[in-house]
C-alpha cells in the first residue's frame, strides 16, 4: 500500500474509488482481492487473459482520515431485511450483505482476527393493540416476503418478558427478529481497509477533496476504453489519473457526480441526476449501569422516514437509543430538547433507564436521496468508465460487502476491456452485458499476521485511521480530528 496523504503528485492508477467510508473501503477492498484472485469470471468476458501486473487503485478521500463521512456515526447493527421495502435495491443488498458479513465473520474467526459482533437478535415492540396488528398484519408478511422465516411473533407481554425482562409492562407483543446482529461498526471497516492495504496496489490518498475532474479521450475513439479521468483536488492540482471511476462519495455524491458536467467536458455525458441530502440521525449513551436492563436491540414500529428511535446495545455493553431522523429542511432542535426526547423514548420501552444518567452523545448523517427511497447503483450505464454508488442511507454497514461484489466484477471487466483494446487493437470491445456471478469466498484473504500489520500501520500515528475518536462528534457525522 501506499498512503499517499500528504505527497500531491498525480498518481495513476486503473481505478479511483472517490470516498473512503465503508462503501469505498469495501469496493477498493472487493476490486483489490477480485483482481488478485484472477477470477475467471472476469475474465471470460474479456476478449484477453488479465495482465499479470496487480490492479491498482487510489482510494481518494476529501477528510483527513478515513471513516469519517456517514460511516462514523451509525446504529451498528447488521440488518437482515426483515422490514426492507421487499422488491428494492436495498433489500437485495441487505440480504445478501447479512450473509457475506457471516461469512467473513466466520472466516475471520478461522483466521484469528478479532471482528467484535454478536448475533444478538432484536425485538420489535408493540405498545398497543393497534401496534400488534401493524407488527402481525404488515411486518411479519413482510419479512416472510423478504425471505427472513427465522422470526418469531410474540403474542403477549409475557413472551416479550421472558426475553428483556425489564420492557415497559404496558407491551402487548412483538416480533422477535434473531437475525438483527450487532458489530463493531468501526474495527470491521478497518478491517477491510486493512485487508485491501496489504495489496501492492491500493493508494490512499486523504485530504484530497476533488473539486474537479476532466475526462481525457485517447486518439482512436472514446468511451471507456480510450479515455481516463483526472481528478483535481481544491488547489487544481491533479492529483490521480484513472481509467475508472466510482463515485462514493455517500453525502456529497451529488456534488460529485455533477462535476462529471462541468466544462471541462467537450461533449458531457447524460446527467444521472439525484440530491443527496443528510437527513441527521443523533444518539444518547447510557451510563454503565444500563447494561444489564437491555439485550436484544428493542426496535420500534418503523416510520415512513425511518427505522425509528432504538434502544440498544453495544458489542461492548454500552446501551445506546437513537437515532434521530432530522431533515435539513426541518427546524433543527436543540440538543438538550433531542437528549430529552431520546431519553423519553428510551423509558418509554424500558423505564429503569430513567434512574441512568446518559454520559455521551453522537451523531451521523444520512445519505438519503431526494428522487427515491432506495440506493442508487449505477454500474457504468452510460458506458463511460463512471460508476456510481449513492442513497446508501440507513443500511450500508449491512450492505457494503454485497454492493461490492455487485460493482467490483463489472469494473473490472471494462478494466480489461481497456487493456485489451488498448494493447491489441483499435477496434473499440462490445461492452458486457451482464455482471459475471463472482462468490467473495474464492477470493485468497490474507493472513491474520498480514491484516494486522496492515492494521497497525493505518492505525499508526497519522495513518488513515488514527484519528481521535473521543473527540465529539459534529452535526454532519464527522468527527473534528485532533491533529
Ligand atoms: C444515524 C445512522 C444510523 C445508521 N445505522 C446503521 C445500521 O445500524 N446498520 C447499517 O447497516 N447501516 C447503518 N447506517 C448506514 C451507514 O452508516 C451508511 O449507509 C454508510 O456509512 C454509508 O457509507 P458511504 O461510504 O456511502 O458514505 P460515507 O461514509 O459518507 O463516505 C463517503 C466519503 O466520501 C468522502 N467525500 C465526499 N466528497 C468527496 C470528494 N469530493 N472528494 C473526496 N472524497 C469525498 C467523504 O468525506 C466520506 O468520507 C446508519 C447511518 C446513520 C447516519
Redesign the pocket.
Known amino acids: 500500500m501506499s498512503n499517499a496523504a500528504s505527497s500531491t503528485k498525480e498518481i495513476h492508477v486503473d481505478v479511483a474509488v472517490?470516498?473512503?467510508?465503508?462503501?469505498?473501503i469495501a469496493l477498493a477492498r472487493q476490486l483489490l482481492l477480485v483482481a488478485s484472485s484472477s477470477s475467471p469470471d472476469a475474465a471470460s468476458t474479456a476478449s484477453s487473459q488479465p495482465s499479470s501486473r496487480p490492479t491498482t487503485v487510489a482510494l481518494?478521500?476529501?477528510?483527513p482520515f478515513m471513516l469519517?463521512?456517514?460511516?462514523a456515526?451509525?446504529?451498528?447493527?447488521?440488518?437482515c431485511g426483515f422490514d426492507c421495502t421487499t422488491g428494492t435495491v436495498e433489500h437485495a443488498m441487505v440480504v445478501r450483505g447479512h450473509r457475506l458479513f457471516s461469512e467473513y465473520a466466520a472466516d475471520c474467526a478461522r483466521r484469528g482476527l478479532y471482528l467484535p459482533w454478536v448475533p444478538s437478535g432484536a425485538i420489535m415492540l408493540a405498545m398497543s393493540n393497534e401496534e400488534m396488528s401493524i407488527v402481525r398484519d404488515d411486518i411479519l408478511p413482510k419479512a416472510v416476503a423478504n425471505g427472513v422465516t427465522n422470526t418469531k411473533l410474540l403474542t403477549s407481554r409475557e413472551e416479550v418478558l421472558a426475553l428483556e425482562p425489564h420492557v415497559h409492562l404496558n407491551v402487548v407483543g412483538g416480533l422477535h427478529v434473531p437475525s438483527e446482529w450487532i458489530v463493531d461498526p468501526w474495527r470491521y471497516p478497518a478491517l477491510l481497509l486493512a485487508e485491501a492495504a496489504t495489496a501492492p496496489g491500493l493508494s490512499i490518498i486523504r485530504s484530497?477533496?476533488?473539486?474537479s475532474v476532466r475526462r481525457e479521450e485517447e486518439e482512436g475513439g472514446g468511451g471507456p476504453y480510450h479515455q481516463w479521468y483526472r481528478l483535481f483536488d481544491h488547489k487544481g492540482q491533479c492529483r490521480v489519473k484513472a481509467r475508472m471511476v466510482v463515485n462514493?462519495?455517500?453525502?456529497?455524491g451529488d456534488?460529485?457526480e455533477a462535476l462529471l458536467h462541468s466544462t471541462n467536458h467537450s461533449s458531457p455525458p447524460p446527467r444521472l441526476a439525484f440530491d443527496v441530502f443528510p437527513r441527521l440521525?443523533r444518539f444518547i449513551q447510557f451510563g454503565p449501569e444500563a447494561a444489564p436492563l437491555v439485550q436484544r436491540a428493542l426496535l420500534p414500529i418503523p416510520t415512513k422516514k425511518s427505522k425509528g428511535i432504538i434502544v440498544f446495545r453495544t458489542v461492548y455493553g454500552q446501551v445506546f437509543v437513537g437515532?434521530t431522523a432530522e431533515d435539513p429542511d426541518e427546524p433543527r432542535a436543540s440538543q438538550s430538547a433531542v437528549v430529552k426526547s431520546l431519553r423519553n423514548a428510551a423509558s418509554s420501552k424500558v423505564p429503569a433507564l430513567k434512574d441512568v444518567q446518559d454520559v455521551a452523545t453522537y451523531a451521523?448523517?444520512?445519505?438519503a436521496l431526494r428522487q427515491r427511497q432506495d440506493y442508487l447503483i449505477d454500474l457504468d450505464s452510460r458506458d463511460i468508465g463512471w460508476f456510481t454508488?449513492a442513497g446508501?442511507?440507513?443500511?450500508?454497514?449491512?450492505?457494503s460487502l454485497a454492493v461490492a461484489e455487485l460493482v467490483a466484477p463489472r469494473v473490472l471487466q471494462q478494466l480489461l476491456m481497456t487493456t485489451s483494446s488498448n494493447s491489441s487493437s483499435s477496434c473499440r470491445a462490445s461492452p458486457p452485458q451482464t455482471v459475471a456471478p463472482y462468490c467473495i469466498n474464492s477470493a485468497p484473504l490474507p493472513s491474520a499476521e498480514a491484516v494486522n500489520a496492515s492494521l497497525q500501520m493505518l492505525l499508526g500515528p497519522g495513518g488513515p485511521l488514527s484519528y481521535d475518536r473521543r473527540h465529539p462528534i459534529s452535526s454532519e457525522?464527522c468527527p473534528t480530528p485532533k491533529l
Open positions: 472517490i470516498g473512503g467510508g465503508v462503501m469505498g481518494v478521500e476529501a477528510l469519517c463521512g456517514a460511516s456515526g451509525n446504529s451498528a447493527m447488521i440488518h484530497c477533496r476533488v473539486t462514493c462519495a455517500g453525502l456529497k456534488a460529485v440521525g437515532p451521523g448523517a444520512r445519505p454508488v446508501v442511507r440507513s443500511t450500508g454497514l449491512t450492505a457525522g
